[in-house]
């Protein structure tokens, strides 16, 4: 399969057919444990949290989405990131971007300060963070691009030159690109993170983390943290993605095609102050983003010419795009992340990385993309 297009092998790895009864979609294997011939004697599967065949399959299709020997497949995102936190020594230094996931924010900032110290930068900006890691010299550089909410792009080729003089590991947190627009492990990076509950599952019923990388020795480290710790991912959630993953490749280029329709009618709309998408022109970033990325996404971010109040109006008056955080499903949702995702990250913080009371982000569904600007439409009608 390796020589297939990724349309192809998203369908096909993983997806063979049962070996025992021919049934062409895989069995759920929906088991905790697995009977042994004779002590320790069995078919490589021994304990549901630390294999289950239906999970390997999803493992297996993941690896071959990122060009990666290995991944693993956990509870959440976070799980993953939690991870790869363990796998580095006590006392640990890390340089993480200035405008990850809230999520990723809290746990960097608040659980995990007792063992490993932490900087925040702007890896976007390569003079300062090659300051930055000759000063601090991290054991690990944390990416996130683009970023959640203000889609600020760090060049993961450049970064990860940097890091490796360093010997720095770099992961790069890829949720928002999906693997089918973005692969940065060919680009230098050692470790590949998604939250598979966004566009990976794309589906908005799942809750799930993936980690893909090529080295056998962040593997054995991985492995061991994952069954020790015990975030495994259910048969079940893993068989969700394995079907939900199958239209991964047009499920992105339809989110693409209305996020570039929609990013336009908000760059020419009255009451919208600036729109930030990479796929326009206007982004800041739009030559890099053309340059690492095989296409620009579904998220957008905008600011709305108002305030809090301006905010509210609009986002009581959506009725297609959903209020809800999260995003990457087939469904479009509109998020305030000052209140809603960012939240755990402190005011004065938000305000200098941007994220203020105006701030807008919109995951880009896959429904017909007039019936979505006649939504937002009448939302601005209301403000
Ligand atoms: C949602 C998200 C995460 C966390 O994933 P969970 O599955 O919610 O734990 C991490 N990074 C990004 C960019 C996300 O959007």
């Not at 297939?4 to 021919?22: L, Q, S, W």
């Not at 893909?212 to 259910?234: L, T, V, W």
């Not at 992105?252 to 990479?278: D, T």
């Amino acid at each position: 399969m390796k020589n297939m297009k990724f349309e192809t092998r998203v369908i096909h790895v993983g997806g063979e057919p049962d070996p025992t009864t021919g049934a062409i979609m895989p069995p759920i294997y929906q088991t905790s444990t697995y009977v042994q011939s004779s002590p320790g004697e069995h078919k490589g599967y021994e304990y549901t949290r630390s294999h289950n065949p239906t999970r390997t399959r999803l493992e297996e299709c993941l690896a071959s989405l990122e060009n990666a020997k290995h991944c693993f497949v956990t509870a959440s995102g976070l799980s993953a990131s939690t991870l790869i936190m363990h796998m580095l020594p006590k006392g640990s230094k890390i340089i993480c971007g200035d405008d990850v996931y809230g999520g990723t924010y809290r746990l960097f900032a608040k659980v995990f300060p007792d063992i490993h110290e932490f900087k925040f930068v702007d890896t976007t900006d390569l003079k300062n963070l090659e300051k930055e890691i000759q000063a601090f010299k991290p054991a690990l550089v944390w990416l996130e691009t683009p970023t959640n909410p203000l889609l600020k792009i760090s060049d993961i080729a450049a970064v990860s030159v940097l890091a490796k003089k360093a010997n720095a590991l770099v992961v790069v947190d890829n949720t928002f690109m999906s693997p089918f627009f973005q692969n940065p492990l060919d680009q230098g990076a050692d470790i590949v993170l998604h939250s598979m509950t966004k566009f990976i599952n794309g589906h908005s019923d799942v809750v799930g983390g993936a980690m893909m990388f090529n080295s056998d020795e962040i593997r054995e480290k991985i492995f061991f943290y994952q069954n020790a710790i015990g975030p495994c991912h259910s048969p079940f959630d893993s068989w969700l993605v394995l079907r939900g993953i199958k239209t991964l490749a047009i499920r992105m280029k339809a989110h693409e095609q209305n996020a570039f329709k929609i990013s336009n009618f908000l760059e020419n709309h009255p009451k919208v102050e600036k729109v930030v998408y990479p796929g326009l022109k206007s982004h800041p970033q739009y030559e890099l983003a053309k340059k690492q990325m095989k296409g620009f996404g579904g998220m957008i971010t905008f600011f709305l010419k108002g305030g809090i109040n301006e905010s509210r109006r609009f986002l009581e008056n959506v009725k297609l795009f959903a209020l809800a955080e999260s995003l990457g499903g087939v469904e479009s949702l509109v998020d305030h992340p000052a209140i809603m995702t960012h939240a755990s990250i402190p005011k004065a913080v938000r305000e200098q990385l941007g994220i203020h009371d105006n701030l807008i982000r919109l995951s880009v569904g896959i429904e017909d993309s007039d019936d979505l600007m006649a939504d937002l439409e009448y939302a601005f009608s209301k403000v």
